[in-house]
């Protein structure tokens, strides 16, 4: 069986009457050319997912038929806070967070940031997580998060994180973890923009539990080093759920 067509319906909107609306529909409809009584699936980015019978489609609007239906565990546990930076490569990082499974995405204010970060997550960062879900299969998507002015604010968001880690540039070479640490539950690991982050921010970090750790003796660029933890989280989290 040919692998079906993918389309995203909010979890506020799983609920019958089925209905894709909007730029899915329009995508449905007039990229796909999805037709009445074809089968299509569909994900909520929480963690479901079901197979759908079209019983009408038009440019902008389809209604659905549940036929099945799929809720799956959530295994991820890793969540990276990443220093802001103006860089084409932020959309690179979007779509591998997804791929790989992250549970969240901050972009967090840093004293060596590039610009200001902004106050909210924007829309098109969805959407970039959205397609990559759609070609990839995962029926998660990360939550987006912004943290804006200093570090302080990121250290009062990581209340809610019992495994803390800071990738520091000039952690010792022996503290290169065991990759393990980043796929255990309720983890945050902060990568700092490009410049790295001030001796300030380092020292509060630690201070408030965090554990400083070395990717190694490269320098990395910060996308690079998101690549490493993600990697090293969902590998581990493949190994556990076998």
Known sequence: MSRLNSFYLPPENWMSPFVLAGGEARHMCKVLRTKKGDTVRLFDGMGREGLF?????SKSRAALELESENILDDIRGLTLAIGWNKSSRRNWLLEKSVE??????????GEFSQGKVPENPKDTWQDKNVAAAKQCGNVWLPKLETVSG????????SKDFSN?????????????PDYAIFAQESTLAVIGPEGGFSSREAELLMDSGFIKCSLGDS???????AMLCLGAAYLE???LSL
Do not use: P
């Open 150 to 157: 200093s570090i302080e604010n990121l250290i009062e968001r």
């Open 164 to 176: 803390k880690i800071i990738l520091w540039e000039k952690a010792e070479k022996d503290a290169v």
């Open 219 to 225: 320098i990395l660029r910060w996308e690079t080093a």
């Open 53 to 57: 019978k079209v019983d009408e489609i």
């Open 100 to 109: 790989l499974q992250a549970m969240g995405l901050i972009f967090f204010q």
């Open 237 to 239: 989290k493949q190994k």
